[in-house]
T-cell receptor, first 115, second 113 residues
Framework: DAGVTQSPTHLIKTRGQQVTLRCSPKSGHDTVSWYQQALGQGPQFIFQYYEEEERQRGNFPDRFSGHQFPNYSSELNVNALLLGDSALYLC??????????????FGPGTRLLVL | DAKTTQPNSMESNEEEPVHLPCNHSTISGTDYIHWYRQLPSQGPEYVIHGLTSNVNNRMASLAIAEDRKSSTLILHRATLRDAAVYYCILRDVNTGTASKLTFGTGTRLQVTL
């Protein structure tokens, strides 16, 4: 059973460019969340997708957008990259059950470096 | 979100028990206490969670204070593979399907031979 997979593993971009990161959830999971982790910090919640819609969003600008596909996989897009966007981007998947403390399963992340 | 406070770092010898503390003095009655850990170069992984009673699983034990204002993650016999950053996180059971995790800076556990 494959866990959460993310691609690419590493990425280098320059300021002003756009980037797309991809995530495939754990088999049987229907919800995908994205987190940004700066060096030395804990992960920060970006947004969560369920049923192809953004359900909750953290304190991130509109430059960060996402998408969920019918097969539950997801993309994170970042436009107009800034140096401060350099971070590890983590995808987590879970099974959405109302009022249930579901466990989130994280992928290994995509390390983005903006020059 | 209710806030948690953890020491920045702790050290342990291999094969000895480790007690990782977490303070959450503003916890509400509907907050579950979750622990995740992040091994080097990996994404976080779930460790354990509880509400009021102490909990055990194959990875660890969670001891929750009677007033729920603090909790302790217990690794019974630390190994080198337990070296990681440990995060204590509060999750409101009433959030239902809105289930984001709010991470702090965690405790970096160093395990030595």
């Amino acid at each position: 059973d494959a866990g959460v997979t993310q691609s690419p593993t590493h990425l280098i971009k320059t300021r002003g460019q756009q980037v797309t990161l991809r995530c495939s959830p754990k088999s049987g999971h229907d919800t995908v969340s994205w987190y940004q982790q700066a060096l030395g910090q804990g992960p920060q919640f970006i947004f969560q997708y369920y049923e192809e819609e953004e359900r909750q969003r953290g304190n991130f600008p509109d430059r960060f957008s996402g998408h969920q596909f019918p097969n539950y996989s997801s993309e994170l897009n970042v436009n107009a990259l800034l140096l401060g966007d350099s971070a590890l981007y983590l995808c987590a998947s879970s099974l959405r059950l109302a009022y249930h403390q579901e466990t989130q399963y994280f992928g290994p992340g995509t390390r983005l470096l903006v020059l | 979100d209710a806030k948690t406070t953890q020491p920045n770092s702790m050290e342990s010898n291999e094969e000895e028990p480790v007690h990782l503390p977490c303070n959450h003095s503003t916890i509400s009655g509907t907050d579950y206490i979750h622990w995740y850990r992040q091994l080097p170069s990996q994404g976080p992984e779930y460790v354990i969670h509880g509400l009021t009673s102490n909990v055990n699983n194959r990875m660890a034990s969670l001891a929750i204070a009677e007033d729920r204002k603090s909790s302790t993650l217990i690794l019974h016999r630390a190994t080198l593979r337990d070296a990681a950053v440990y995060y204590c996180i509060l999750r409101d059971v009433n959030t239902g399907t809105a289930s984001k995790l709010t991470f702090g800076t965690g405790t970096r556990l160093q395990v030595t031979l």
